[in-house]
């Protein structure tokens, strides 16, 4: 006899009612018990989207990134639109050192996160993840490429000597010959310095940064007046100041606020080009 709609509804109040337990014990950073509660909650409904982000979540917690991946996969099985799933899925991934794929599990989050919650509930904190994500990812690129090109460089010196030993043996040379060999040697390194150029930590132009905070903008938007702002942070300026342009005094809503999608892409062109910039995003936690 095949099961009544009552025993499924039976079964699934059971494994909320467990969801419940889970959430209290999480609460008291019982992060143990909440695991069992969520893992007795997907015994019983396996298709439940929450119960396997709750569960990770608890992984999370305790650093058990194998476990965050695994459950972080369930659940966007189940639903791909789920911030915290791919949110959680970039930070393990991260973690193991997949900077790639975890990056693109967090724009993802971010992406979402933007698109479901106008007032981007999770934007911030994704933000940071992600700019620490490319900042590592950047950092160690770095080291590499900097131990390449050295490496280069100095067989590149090494060939110019030899070049110069054998063109002008030293019971011959003139102090022409030394000076065109130094010159050689200035200009090769000028070469690598300016290879290395990308490298260097300069200044973010202000146009890439936000007028109140002066942070790299994450979130543009434009106002009426031709003004750009960090979404977040004009908000906020709305809702605890007062109605109006910061910098103009005109009287401004949030609803006249419209993504600057031409200075989104020149930052994201900027920190691409610049990756040592993304440590200036994490002054406030890195």
Not at 168 to 182: F, I, N, R
Not at 195 to 206: F, G, I, K, L
């Amino acid at each position: 006899m095949p099961p009544k709609l009552e025993d499924f509804s039976s079964v699934a109040k059971q494994a909320d009612l467990l969801r419940k337990h889970g959430n209290n014990y999480f609460k008291k950073h019982h992060f143990g018990a909440a695991i069992d509660a969520y893992t007795q909650a997907i015994a019983l409904c396996p298709d439940v989207p929450v119960y396997w982000t709750n569960r990770a979540l608890c992984h999370l917690k305790r650093s058990n990134w194998t476990r965050v991946e695994e459950d972080s996969r369930e659940a966007i099985k189940l639903d791909s639109n789920l911030v915290k799933a791919h949110y959680m899925l970039g930070l393990a991934l991260v973690k193991r050192q997949e900077f790639a794929k975890g990056i693109l599990e967090l724009k993802k989050a971010l992406d979402l996160d933007r698109g479901s919650h106008p007032s981007g509930e999770m934007v911030e904190e994704i933000w940071q993840e992600l700019a620490k994500a490319k900042y590592l990812e950047w950092e160690h690129s770095y080291v590499k490429r900097s131990w390449e090109l050295q490496n280069l460089k100095e067989a590149c010196e090494d060939a110019l000597k030899q070049k110069h030993f054998l063109e002008v043996p030293h019971t011959e040379g003139s102090v022409e010959d030394d000076t065109t060999h130094l010159e050689q040697l200035e200009a090769l390194g000028k070469v690598f310095v300016k290879v290395a150029e990308h490298d260097m930590p300069t200044e973010v132009p202000d146009y890439l940064c936000c007028r109140i905070s002066l942070d790299i903008f994450c979130d543009p938007v434009i106002t009426p007046s031709g003004l750009t702002y960090e979404k977040t942070v004009i908000i906020d300026h709305l809702e605890k100041v007062g109605k109006f342009d910061p910098v103009t005094r005109e009287p401004l809503d949030p609803s006249q606020l419209i993504p600057n999608l031409a200075i989104k892409q020149a930052v994201e062109a900027f920190l691409e080009k610049h990756g040592w910039a993304y440590k200036d995003i994490l002054t406030k936690t890195f």
